[in-house]
């Protein structure tokens, strides 16, 4: 009676679900498959890939993070690699093909525990107990202070980062502007230090010229022209006004009716209009500013009294431009008209000036005297040149920031990664019970960069491997791969350098995800099957999902 008792649905016919041993596969296979596309991005003989993006745009590009951006992807698991691809490049800038290869490489070491019954849980406490000993290693055997007053020191380390880059043939450009734009904006406040980038050096694109034509601006440009035609297209010494209000009449927030009674009211409601303005006119040339910036619109009246007392008047300028002009003229930006007073005109710009490029006008605030803003102002064949060459820049500028903050650095080409390796193996010798079989494997694991260095520049990798595994045998800790050539070197002399907090952050972020991914024992999908007939399908990254 009770023999053939019908299944229990607890979820909706609609959802996919898939359990077990059967979905961490599917997830390394993710892993693997996302590190496979970006494989051939690390190193300077890096290929570049070209993405076509839903709107019909071209990306060319071997950054990581730029390259997995484009990409769409199904199955959850690739997509929380993607993710850290985006975490590195926020965090540090720099090592997002690093981490993605290595990410992929450290979930496949899981694959042989997991076939032979090893519980992922007993996996994970070796992955964070190696993740540790790395830490340890990097920082008190392997990484080495940098002396931030000596200027080469740091260019070496700047030229490393750019050194795999499609800017690499400019690299002294590159290492100078990125230098140039980390110096003028840092800021010492209280003993901290502040390096905002991302806020205060813009890049500006101007299609055009040559690369070598690209330069820093003590500065601020912008993509502006003057709101009349007689204002002043150069001023000496300009005494800088930056508004956030309106220099127009204020129109009502929502619908306004007004109810005339003579047919002079009319006339009347003009004049205050037309009063208010003077008004508002008549403040601002009482502080006798001779350039004024505001976020919002200028009315052809205001122009007038403005071009009647020689101001020049720039409009809607974006709330971003318009702090960096406060950072690099002195000046602070008003709201309100009737409360300008005499310090809130900024006097440490030199020279203002409107210059035309091509068809377009663009206004240079320049010459200013210690400036905590910059533009960096690229030239450059074509718009895809330009923006390939403006994510390499912003990767340089990080690894500068990076170094002015944390003055460390350690070997690169895969000389880190064989010194780690090397110092965690002799320590899981010591290692007893089951765990040390995943941490050996972890710490194998880091291989993966110096023999995909080697692949891409067409060496032999197993010859190459087993020199290097002997050098770094005998105590040479800091010979690794030319990437140029697929020699083994010894990277002190080749001066090949790596931010201590770009590795820090890739190794932690690699081994983070792999063990996030290793726990996940169940995906549930609210995603409806295609067709009843559907022999569930697994839910891993196939080739044409890849390509979608």
């Known amino acids: 009676m009770y023999g053939r008792q019908a299944p229990i649905i607890v979820l909706n016919q609609n959802i996919k679900r898939e ?39 071209i990306v060319l590009t071997n950054d990581g993070n730029a390259i997995l951006r484009e990409i769409t992807v199904q199955h959850p698991a690739a997509k929380s690699l993607i993710e850290i691809a985006r975490t590195q490049d926020e965090e540090v800038g720099d090592g997002t093909t690093s981490v993605i290869v290595l990410a992929g490489d450290i979930l496949t070491a899981a694959q042989p525990f997991l076939d032979q019954g090893m519980h992922p849980t007993v996996i994970i406490r070796a992955y964070r107990q190696a993740l540790e000993d790395m830490i340890v290693t990097l920082r008190d055997e392997i990484a080495t202070p940098i002396d931030l007053t000596k200027p080469e020191q740091v260019q070496d380390v700047i030229k490393a980062c750019i050194g795999t880059k499609f800017i690499s043939k400019w690299s002294d450009l590159a290492v100078h502007i990125a230098e140039e734009a980390v110096k003028t904006v840092s800021l010492e406040d209280h003993g901290r230090k502040e390096i905002d980038i991302k806020r205060y050096a813009k890049v500006e694109k101007i299609p055009g010229g040559r690369i070598e034509e690209s ?65 508002v006119c008549e403040e601002i040339i009482r502080v006798k500013p001779n350039l004024v910036f505001t976020e919002k619109g200028v009315s052809d009246l205001a122009q007038h009294y403005l071009v009647k007392a020689g101001i020049t008047a720039i409009r809607r300028v974006k709330k971003s431009d318009n702090n960096r002009l406060a950072r690099a003229t002195g000046a602070t930006i008003v709201s309100r008209t009737d409360e300008l007073k005499e310090e809130d005109i900024g006097t440490k710009c030199g020279l203002f000036e409107v210059r035309k490029f091509g068809d377009e006008y663009f206004s240079f605030i320049e010459q200013c005297e210690d400036p905590k803003a910059c533009t960096i102002i690229l030239r450059g064949a074509s718009r895809d040149i330009l923006k390939e060459v403006e994510r390499n820049l912003q990767d340089a500028m990080c690894v500068a920031r990076n170094i002015h903050l944390e003055p460390h650095v350690v070997p690169g080409g895969g000389a880190v990664e064989m010194a780690t390796s090397h110092a965690l193996l002799e320590k899981s010798k010591s290692m007893t019970g089951v765990e040390q079989w995943p941490y050996r ?100 990254p196939t080739e044409e999902s890849m390509k979608e």
């Open 215 to 279: 330069y820093v601006l003590k500065g601020i440009m912008l993509n502006k022209d003057v709101t009349h035609q007689k204002m002043s297209r150069r001023i000496e010494n300009p005494r800088v006004l930056l508004l956030d209000c309106n220099l127009e009449y204020k129109k009502g927030e929502s619908v306004t009716n007004v109810e005339l009674m003579k047919d002079e009211d009319f006339s009347k409601m003009l004049e205050q209009e037309e009063e208010f303005i003077m008004k």
């Open 19 to 57: 359990s077990g041993r059967k979905v961490q596969v599917e997830n390394i296979n993710a892993g693997k498959t996302i590190a496979d596309v970006i494989r051939t991005c690390l190193g300077p003989r890096a290929m570049l890939k070209m993405l076509m993006d839903p709107m019909g745009g």
């Open 441 to 540: 494997a972890v710490v194998q694991a880091l291989e993966v960069i110096p023999r995909t260095l080697a692949q891409n520049c067409g060496a032999n990798v197993i010859r190459t491997l087993t020199a290097l595994r002997a050098k770094h045998a005998a105590g040479e800790m800091s010979w690794g791969i030319n990437g140029e050539s697929g020699v083994v070197v010894d990277m002190k002399e080749l001066k090949v350098w790596e931010p201590l907090t770009v590795k820090l952050q890739v190794y932690k972020t690699a081994i983070e995800t792999a063990i996030l991914l290793l726990r996940i024992d169940d995906i549930v999908s609210g995603s409806k099957k295609k067709d009843s007939g559907d022999n569930h399908q697994p839910a891993g």
